[in-house]
């Protein structure tokens, strides 16, 4: 079956801008969680959702946001774009079925490069 | 405070050796804890998964321990290849609700 898919690939953007990364979970996976991957930091995690409801949420500030579909589809936006926000974003899908740990299946990334 | 560390500097072995990967943890109480695999560019890969109530767990090459008393896990590949060179992660949820903490990671380097 197709993994989760992560569009777009590479962005470059301006400081102050805004940009909205897109997620497409694996089919039948309700679960979506969004992290951020720097060298000095590693992989930090933003938030997750399941069946369109934020259940976690990381230590990030408000200008991290995001949303998920019913179609299990996700978003995430950052606003007001900082040179720090330059980081490998990637989005993993799992069954998330209630307190069940599960594997996480990631995709490759969007690398947003903030100038 | 809470704390996933593994090794920071990169492991280097030589083929057909036996890697060995240290995950130590501070502060959590997980009941799962998992391990990845990251190439250069690509996101993570699950390899393994092992719960509290499990000691060992085995998967082709790969052997995961896991000691709640000690609060460290270790991850195992026998039989190395140069193909296994990558970036190693643990990862444990403290929520149950897909929160991932990771650790920093360990790069693993096997020459021929």
């Known amino acids: 079956k197709a993994g989760v898919t992560q569009t777009p690939r590479y962005l470059i953007k301006t400081r102050g801008q805004q940009v909205t990364l897109s997620c497409s979970p694996i089919?039948?996976?309700?679960?979506v969680s969004w992290y951020q991957q720097t060298p000095g930091q590693g992989l930090q995690f933003l938030f997750e959702y399941f069946s369109e409801t934020q259940r976690n949420k990381g230590n990030f500030p408000g200008r991290f946001s995001g949303r998920q579909f019913s179609n299990s589809r996700s978003e995430m936006n950052v606003s007001t774009l900082e040179l720090g926000d330059s980081a490998l974003y990637l989005c993993a899908s799992s069954t998330g079925q209630g307190m069940v740990n599960t594997e996480a299946f990631f995709g490759q990334g969007t690398r947003l490069t903030v100038v | 405070s809470q704390k996933i560390e593994q090794n920071s500097e990169a492991l280097n072995i030589q083929e057909g050796k036996t890697a060995t990967l240290t995950c130590n943890y501070t502060?959590?109480?997980?009941?799962?804890l998992q391990w990845y695999r990251q190439d250069p560019g690509r996101g993570p890969v699950f390899l393994l998964l092992i719960r509290e109530n499990e000691k060992e767990k085995r998967k082709e090459r790969l052997k995961v321990t896991f000691d709640t008393t000690l609060k460290q896990s270790l991850f195992h590949i026998t039989a190395s290849q140069p193909a296994d060179s990558a970036t190693y992660l643990c990862?444990?949820?403290?929520?149950?609700?897909?929160?991932?903490?990771f650790g920093t990671g360990t790069r693993l380097l096997v020459s021929p």
């Open positions: 990862a444990l949820d403290p929520t149950g609700f897909q929160k991932l903490v």
């Open positions: 089919s039948g996976h309700r679960s």
């Open positions: 502060n959590y109480s997980p009941a799962y």
